[in-house]
């Protein structure tokens, strides 16, 4: 029995301290691969987004401040996972050296780096599945004579793909919760979360377009939204699509490995994962 303080409170978890290592080490493997993948993939929806909303005529003064604290929420996000003084996600000294050994003299800005390019990878390879979402909300706001509406579908759909990284942070916090208690996950993975993001994201979009805040979609209209966002959820979900970003990523950031021969068996681990 071991006894974990997690803010206020006081978490007993029933195994040995190895044990407890050996589940969160497993734990950070599934929540960085996962949220890895929701959170930039959706963040590269954003960053699309943005430069099509920067043409609507609304785009100024508090409309436009509205969106830059978007972009400050989210790069005080990458500050904290960077920065962190607990629970240090992205340090490389605080790897095993079973994992240290596989990369080269690297700083902590290019291990997040390769880690967040995998989500922009997998974006990048599906994103016909985003523009179908996005696609779903213009014809919307076409139908309910939505001025600009491309803008607004624009602004929506990314809203989506926001909320749907906090499901997969959710479920991914769900996955990892069968021997450790959820809170303590909650405590431990909370940096992972863009819900500041979301939320900043969410006020900008309502000020840049009322008419997005409406719920007025006809039954048809909700049924075909929410079935191009569960295609999306399974695209960024998908375990063969997520090996083959992680596989993409790891070629592409060759330099970040201590030899080739590193970078290769981490390709071969990649590709067992499929398996």
Not at 3 to 10: D, F, L, V, Y
Not at 111 to 133: C, H, M, P, Q
């Amino acid at each position: 029995m071991i006894r974990i303080k997690t803010n206020n409170n006081i978490v007993d978890i029933n195994m040995t301290e190895a044990e407890f290592d050996d589940q969160m080490m497993r734990a950070s493997a599934v929540m960085k691969t996962m949220t890895g993948i929701g959170n930039n993939s959706a963040w590269a929806a954003c960053l699309e987004a943005l430069d099509h909303i920067k043409q609507h005529p609304r785009y100024k003064h508090e409309v436009k401040r509205a969106f830059n604290a978007v972009t400050d929420e989210f790069k005080a996000y990458e500050r904290n996972l960077l920065q962190a003084s607990r629970n240090r996600l992205f340090h490389v000294a605080d790897m095993i050296p079973e994992s240290r050994k596989r990369y080269g003299d690297i700083t902590d800005r290019e291990y997040f780096d390769y880690w967040a390019a995998s989500g922009a990878t997998v974006y990048a390879n599906k994103r016909e599945w985003f523009i179908n979402l996005w696609n779903k909300f213009r014809l919307y706001f076409i139908n309910h004579k939505v001025a600009h509406p491309d803008i607004a579908a624009w602004a929506v759909a990314a809203d989506m793909a926001l909320k749907l990284s906090l499901t997969i942070y959710e479920e991914s916090c769900k996955t990892v919760s069968e021997k450790v208690p959820i809170a303590l996950i909650k405590v431990v993975y909370a940096q992972l979360s863009l819900e500041r993001v979301s939320k900043a994201w969410g006020k900008a979009t309502a000020l840049l377009e009322p008419a997005t805040q409406l719920n007025d979609y006809t039954e048809l209209e909700q049924k075909n939204i929410q079935h191009g966002l569960d295609q999306l959820e399974e695209q960024w979900t998908d375990t063969n699509n997520i090996v083959g970003a992680l596989s993409d990523t790891s070629e592409a950031f060759d330099e970040i490995f201590r030899t080739k021969g590193e970078q290769k068996k981490a390709l071969r681990m990649i590709a067992s994962l499929a398996e």
